[in-house]
């Protein structure tokens, strides 16, 4: 155990005083997991589900019952026969978020008369009372209401999901682009390495007369070019980690060791059994809902055409100064209220525009079929045609290596021209950055595929649920 400490102590005396870059090890899988929990914009979207979740418990409330608790405080201090109101306080508080009805003012004032009997008096009259209303029937609101706060809030999970979907895509985009950017950085290298040996030949052969100056200056010139390709190759790489590291929520700079190779020997699904992972994908599924949403808002408009039953229980008491309140007043009282509209002109035609609605989503939720169907076969077929430009783009390489090899032991043994060395080589280069680029557009390929059917990955089709 100590011997461990001092090996992990030494290291960081190493980091820290020679400035010494540690990578650390990064997995596709840890990347996306990162982003998961780091991005801004996804993270905004778990928080939205919580959001509907508390409008979806809110909409229980209709089916309980509602308490009112009201208070009303006043003092008086008549003089000259008129009312001088010194202190004027009312109290209201509601237990469900409705303010209670108001006490009408006549109901506590006094009349002239009663006024000049008592000038330069004080007076005060106190005032509570309580409500409690229960909803009987509202014609299917409520019901409809809830049914839309449930959609709304399944439609924010899929929402979620859909964009965790995406999510995954572009972190495998991101992360095989740093991948391919290494590779290339790596290939420009050996590039430069090989033009620094046709530089060493040419220059020793120049020197002992055995071929001409113009040899030196092209093999100069090639390695000019090699050189102003691995300064690219370098920023490139740099601005690919910079986009990975920012995506997954670290510091720009933290260099990392992107273990993770792509699979070319992916065994590739039927096509039919991605489409049904396809059609069943977030966005489809709130399609969907958006068609049961309508769906309830035809159903609440209904509502219009029944009558609304309320009840309610009331107390209230009131208490004023003895001259005119001989005893306090208690009232308690019970009532059953039924509304009911006759006639308004725009609730038909309200009903017959939501109805339309309904058709509108349904036709809406048979377009994003389309869409996905064809956006799948179109991936497919992608996939496969990448697919086999990589083993092309592999025999190409090989075949250009061997061309290289053959102009370089022609060169050497004074067979061969210059040109033709310098030619193989970049022939060669072009061979080697061009199987990286299409490694690439195979892994792009093959997260479009994965994104289409909405699925982790293609060999074990696991769907993604990030909740």
Same mark, same amino acid.
């Given at each position: 155990m100590v011997n461990n400490f001092i090996k992990v102590l030494s290291v960081v005396v190493a980091a820290f005083f020679f400035n010494v870059h540690i990578c650390f090890a990064l997995s596709l899988e840890a990347a996306i997991s990162l982003a998961n929990q780091n991005l801004p914009s996804h993270k905004s979207l778990k928080i939205d589900?919580?959001?509907?979740?508390?409008?979806? $418990? /809110?909409?229980?409330?209709?089916?309980?019952?509602?308490?009112?608790? *009201?208070? +009303?405080?006043?003092?008086?201090?008549?003089?000259?026969?008129?009312?001088?109101?010194? =202190?004027?306080?009312?109290?209201?508080?509601?237990?469900?978020g409705k303010p209670v009805q108001e006490i009408p003012s006549s109901i506590l004032d006094l009349d002239s008369e009663s006024v000049n009997r008592i000038d330069g008096d004080t007076y005060g009259i106190t005032h509570y009372d309580a409500t409690l209303g229960y909803i009987l029937f509202d014609g299917g609101i409520r019901k409809a209401d809830r049914n839309i706060a449930r959609l709304d809030l399944n439609s924010a999970r899929e929402n979620f999901r859909g964009d965790l979907i995406d999510l995954e895509h572009d972190v495998k985009v991101i992360y095989f682009n740093a991948v391919t950017r290494k590779e290339i950085l790596a290939q420009r290298k050996t590039q430069l390495k090989n033009a620094e040996t046709v530089y060493a030949i040419a220059k020793g052969k120049y020197k002992h007369g055995v071929t001409l100056l113009s040899d030196v200056l092209q093999a100069t010139v090639d390695l000019k070019k090699a050189m102003v390709e691995?300064?690219?190759?370098? *920023?490139?790489?740099?601005?690919?980690?910079?986009?990975?590291?920012?995506?997954?929520? =670290?510091?720009?700079?933290?260099?990392?060791?992107? *273990?993770?190779?792509?699979?070319?020997?992916?065994?590739?699904?039927?096509?039919?059994?991605?489409?049904?992972?396809?059609?069943?994908?977030?966005? /489809? =599924?709130?399609?969907? !809902?958006?068609?049961?949403?309508? $769906?309830?808002?035809?159903? #609440?408009?209904?509502? #219009?055409?029944?009558?609304?039953?309320?009840?309610?229980?009331?107390?209230?008491?009131?208490?004023?100064?003895?001259?005119?309140?001989?005893?306090?007043?208690?009232?308690?009282?019970?009532?059953?209220?039924?509304?009911?509209?006759?006639?308004?002109?725009?609730?038909?035609? !309200? #009903?017959?525009?939501?109805?339309?609605?309904?058709?509108?989503?349904?036709?809406?939720? !048979?377009?994003?079929?389309?869409?996905?169907?064809?956006?799948?076969?179109?991936?497919? +077929?992608?996939?496969?045609?990448?697919?086999?430009?990589?083993?092309?783009?592999?025999? =190409?390489?090989? +075949?250009?290596?061997?061309?290289?090899?053959?102009a370089m032991g022609e060169y050497k043994a004074g067979k061969g021209e210059i040109l033709s060395l310098v030619r193989a080589h970049t022939l060669l280069s072009d061979a080697m950055n061009f199987l990286s680029k299409t490694n690439f557009g195979f892994s792009q390929a093959k997260a479009a595929l994965e994104q289409a059917a909405g699925v982790k990955n293609l060999e074990t089709l696991e769907k993604v649920n990030g909740l």
């Open positions: 589900i919580d959001s509907k979740n508390f409008l979806y $418990k /809110a909409s229980l409330s209709p089916y309980l019952p509602t308490l009112d608790l *009201g208070g +009303e405080v006043e003092r008086r201090k008549t003089s000259d026969n008129k009312n001088a109101t010194i =202190r004027d306080v009312t109290l209201r508080y509601s237990l469900n691995l300064r690219h190759a370098k *920023g490139d790489i740099a601005k690919a980690m910079f986009e990975l590291n920012s995506f997954i929520g =670290r510091d720009l700079q933290t260099p990392y060791d992107l *273990g993770d190779k792509l699979n070319i020997n992916v065994i590739l699904p039927k096509r039919e059994e991605l489409i049904v992972t396809a059609l069943d994908k977030p966005v /489809a =599924r709130e399609a969907l !809902n958006e068609v049961e949403k309508t $769906k309830n808002i035809v159903s #609440r408009n209904l509502s #219009r055409f029944y009558p609304t039953v309320v009840s309610s229980i009331s107390y209230s008491y009131t208490d004023g100064f003895d001259e005119f309140w001989d005893d306090p007043v208690e009232t308690t009282s019970a009532k059953v209220m039924a509304k009911f509209n006759i006639f308004e002109f725009k609730k038909y035609y !309200n #009903r017959k525009s939501h109805k339309e609605d309904v058709k509108v989503s349904i036709e809406n939720l !048979n377009n994003i079929k389309r869409e996905l169907i064809l956006n799948l076969y179109s991936t497919y +077929e992608d996939f496969l045609t990448f697919k086999e430009s990589v083993h092309l783009a592999t025999q =190409r390489l090989k +075949e250009s290596q061997f061309n290289y090899d053959q």
